[in-house]
Nanobody
């Protein structure tokens, strides 16, 4: 059973930066695609960034060039560095894991493990 715990959310002004962390535990020999998703009030959950076991990354169009996903495999920690934050980035951010199938699959429906979320609020 994979367990995911996010941290690092908070309130910042537009143009600021935050780094989110996700500590993972309970891994088995099954490998995972790891991702960050977010959900704003009244909106659907959307994918932010994914990282595969080969280190390949992909990003949602709205965060390309501003956010960077990375992971420390030795510590089982996933990160999301968020720069040039905008009020539109305000949301609950979730860490998630998807069983590795050779590539990362966009879409929250594929991710079977989720953290509890951490709130990010960006003021103008």
């Amino acid at each position: 059973q994979v367990q995911l715990v996010e941290s690092g959310g908070g309130s910042v002004q537009a143009g600021g930066s935050l780094r989110l962390s996700c500590a993972a535990s309970g891994y088995t020999q099954v490998r995972y695609c790891m991702g960050w998703f977010r959900q704003a009030p009244g909106k659907e959950r959307e994918g932010v960034a994914l990282i595969g076991i080969d280190g390949s990354t992909s990003y949602g169009d709205s965060v390309k060039g501003r956010f960077t996903i990375s992971q420390d495999n030795a510590k089982n920690i996933l990160y999301l560095q968020m720069n040039s934050l905008e009020p539109e980035d305000t949301a609950m951010y979730y860490c998630a894991a998807d069983r590795w199938v050779g590539y990362c699959r966009w879409g929250s429906k594929f991710f079977g493990y989720w953290g509890q979320g951490t709130q990010v609020s960006v003021s103008s």
